[in-house]
C-alpha cells in the first residue's frame, strides 16, 4: 500500500499501515516493527545531496537512538533496486515506495538537512522502560 497524503500527521496520531518493498525482493510492513519506538524518515530521493547526507548523520546516530530501545526506517519513493544500492552502506534498513503512536512529526523544507534534534527530544520526552538508560 502506498502511502499517499501529503499531510503530516499529529504527535500521537498512528501511522498508518503500509506494506513496502525492503528490497526489490522482500517487502517489510510496519505491523512488523510494532512494539519499539519506530523513527520513519520520509525522504524524497536516496542519492540526492542533501537526503543523502541527511540519511548519512541519522547512520551515525543509530547507536544513540538504540539508547532508547528506537529503531529507524528509512522511506523514499525510489525503486527497489536504486534503493538497495544506497542502502548498501548504509546500516538502517530502507524501505521504497511508499508505528508506533507518533510522539513528534516534523516535516522539513526541500533541500534543507533537517539534523537529529528533533528526533533526539522526542526520544527524550517518550517514557522510559525500566532498566533503560536515564
Not at 54 to 83: I, P, T
Not at 101 to 114: A, D, E, F, Q, V
Amino acid at each position: 500500500m502506498a502511502i499517499q497524503s501529503t499531510r503530516i500527521l499529529a504527535a500521537g496520531q498512528p501511522a498508518p499501515a503500509f506494506t513496502l518493498h525492503a528490497t526489490p525482493d522482500q517487502t517489510l510492513s510496519l505491523s512488523e516493527l510494532r512494539g519499539r519506538p519506530l523513527i520513519l524518515v520520509f525522504y524524497p530521493a536516496d542519492w540526492s545531496p542533501v537526503c543523502g547526507d541527511q540519511v548519512g548523520l541519522y547512520n551515525e546516530l543509530l547507536d544513540e537512538f538504540a539508547k532508547y530501545d528506537a529503531r529507524m526506517l528509512g522511506v523514499s519513493v525510489d525503486g527497489s533496486w536504486c534503493h538497495a544500492a544506497f542502502a548498501h552502506d548504509r546500516t538502517a534498513p530502507l524501505g521504497s515506495k511508499s508505528a508506533n503512536s507518533g510522539k513528534r512529526s516534523h516535516l522539513s523544507p526541500m533541500g534543507i538537512n533537517p539534523g537529529a534534534d528533533g528526533i533526539l527530544d522526542a526520544l527524550e520526552q517518550l517514557p522510559r522502560k525500566s532498566g533503560s538508560p536515564a
